[in-house]
């Protein structure tokens, strides 16, 4: 099995197609005049994305932002208006949380909203969806996260939300988070640029499937460091998330057939394995069912896409949790079969070209607003450094499908 192991190869390639990238790059590296973030309000922002507006009480989120790791929650008042200054949401009841691990500690931090009441975005366009995907319902919501980008922060900024997309143009059989770009204000004074994005939570998933959430059955995989990870059995029935872990650890091929969803699973562990994600397979891995159903993958934090140097079918993963499903279900001929064919489709509907339209039109969305972050938080900390990190984005695509198909090909 060949695997690319030699990090330094990896990264000597990747500084040359950077420069090589940069060098006859479209995007103007010229700095603008940068704004005063602190006269910014939602009236007077120049802007073409959505607003967001939390009213809160001001020492009730400074304490929260300061003990970020403390699980503090404050209730609060949501307001989303277009860049026009039409109203999408007023003075809507939420609580209001830190969201994220590592990345809570960056000075522009996930914020998680709850929404005291179940929303109707049939005619408000909170979320905006461009492409529908078959099982989903985009009509209420419960909960969003404002999302500082993850690992990406103060890099590209669209990362995650790229390659998200480009598993929704590829119509994945797999759930997923929508994205709409945004710029967030606390009090009416200027947070951040901030990714609204619809959430996994349980409640959330209820609402996207259009089903009871006491029916729902959901399994995370978590990293507990040094390669380690544990079995979160988050909600649900026990007795039915126990079945799914028994029939993998006891190999029992026929009876896994029975319980997984094989194309939501081909989708999920090809396109994990094609993108490169380096926080995956021991962290951020969802699984679900409805009770009476079969288990099906949720895909979400894609920050680190492109950063993987090895392969999912490998050694290294061999204690992990999906690796052992896979192990058992690829005794299968069919399935191993359907595996492969997944492999195909992925590598000849994901070329680079489809990648960098994605991009393109993503930070073509941001190109003008980035400077906001820029001035406030020097995250990134001059234009240039931001387009260059688009650059690196594109390339590490490119190196990743390349050397996916010197492998699987």
Known sequence: MKLYSNSFLFILKLFVLSFVFFSCS??????????????????????????????????????????YSDDIEIEGFYFMYTSDLDSIIKNEPITISIKGSSTAAYVLKSLSINFD????????????????LERHHYNKISKISLRNSGNDFGKTFIKDISYTQLA?????????????????????????????????????LANLLDVDKDNLNIIKINHLGGGQ???????????????????????NTEELKKLVDINSFADYIVFQDFIGNSDWPFNNTQIYNITDSLFRFYLFDLDFAGTRDNYFASKENDFGFLYKMYTVL????????????????????????????IVDKNAGVIENEIIYNISKYAKPKTNTAWYLEIEKLLTQFQLRRQNYIDKYM
């Open 168 to 204: 929704i143009d590829m119509y994945l059989d797999l759930e997923l988070s929508h994205y709409r770009p945004t710029q967030v204000f606390i009090n009416n004074k200027y947070y951040g640029f901030l990714n609204l994005r619809t959430e996994k939570s349980k409640k959330s």
């Open 117 to 132: 009441n179940k929303l109707d975005n049939s005619g408000r366009d909170i979320i905006a969806i461009n492409k529908s």
């Open 229 to 251: 990870e544990e079995i979160e059995f988050k909600s649900g029935d026990h007795v039915i998330l126990q079945e799914l872990v028994d029939a993998v650890e006891s190999g």
């Open 330 to 357: 690829i005794q299968d001929e069919d399935i191993l079969r359907k595996l492969q064919e997944t492999q195909n489709k992925m590598v000849n509907y994901c070329s680079d070209q489809r990648f960098y339209a």
């Open 26 to 67: 479209k995007y103007e590296t010229t700095e603008p005049e940068l704004p005063n973030t602190n006269l910014l309000t939602v009236q007077n922002i120049k802007t073409d994305l959505a607003i967001v507006n939390l009213n809160v009480n001001q020492n009730e989120f400074d304490n929260m932002m300061e003990n």
